[in-house]
């Protein structure tokens, strides 16, 4: 499922407020652009038209009528990888919503979205949170590839 959407100003001065408190986390990083650019990645839990937004700063990002309460998670395509924190491993919700940027160019240049920018992502997938709880290696990575395999198994 492929979603086009315009960055508009809410989304902007939501992910410049969600920017400053990641950066008051990790005070040790000098680049603001690194956290404007992992606040980025809420764009398609905004913009998704099936998903309500449940966002008003930190916590769980979305529902849906029929995938329930969910979090957005990106995945690095070329490799599967997937970084799941222990605060969002233990949340109460239903699925995690897996999906990657199609078309980004601020993304590739790692540079941060600006309001008008058009973007496009696609869900790559919609699992279960346990199903991906108990394929977590290293604490807080999961593999996209290695569930796909799995899968193919059964």
């Not at 989304?11 to 000098?30: G, M, P, T, V």
Request: with cysteine.
């Amino acid at each position: 499922m492929e979603y086009t959407a315009k960055v508009s100003k809410e989304f902007i001065d939501h992910r410049n407020d969600l920017a400053l408190s990641l950066s008051k986390k990790e005070w040790y990083i000098q680049d603001f652009n690194i956290f404007l650019r992992r606040a980025d990645h809420e764009m398609p839990e905004w913009h998704t038209p099936e998903f309500r937004t449940l966002k008003k700063a930190f916590g769980l990002d979305a529902e849906h009528d029929k995938w329930k309460v969910c979090d957005f998670k990106h995945v690095h395509r070329p490799s599967g990888n997937v970084s799941i924190s222990l605060w969002a491993q233990s949340q109460e919700f239903d699925n995690y919503v897996l999906w990657d940027w199609i078309n980004n160019p601020k993304y590739t240049k790692r540079l941060p979205l600006e309001e008008g920018d058009e973007v496009t992502w696609e869900i790559i997938d919609i699992i279960s949170k346990n199903s991906i709880n108990n394929q977590i290696i290293n604490e807080t990575q999961y593999n996209y590839h290695r569930h796909v395999k799995w899968q193919e198994k059964e």
